[in-house]
């Protein structure tokens, strides 16, 4: 898991990205520090990814 700089999150958003054999999820929440959790599996990273929205409830998960 790592924290960004950001000091605190504008609104809530869960973020999916591919970078080369990684794929990160990337949690903003109104309040808190951005997180982002890396997986090394696609289908890890959905269900994370899923989890957080449900969790959340951001209009969508945006895929990067």
């Excluded at 924290?3 to 958003?13: I, Q, S, T």
């Excluded at 054999?21 to 997986?39: C, K, N, Q």
């Excluded at 269900?47 to 969790?55: F, L, P, T």
């Amino acid at each position: 898991m790592h924290r960004l700089d950001h000091p605190v999150a504008p609104e809530k958003a869960v973020t999916l990205a591919e970078a080369g054999t990684e794929w990160h999820v990337m949690i903003e929440e109104p309040g808190h520090v951005t997180v982002v959790r890396s997986f090394n599996s696609e289908a890890d990273a959905i269900s994370y990814a899923e989890g957080q929205k449900i969790r959340l409830r951001p209009d969508n998960v945006t895929r990067i």
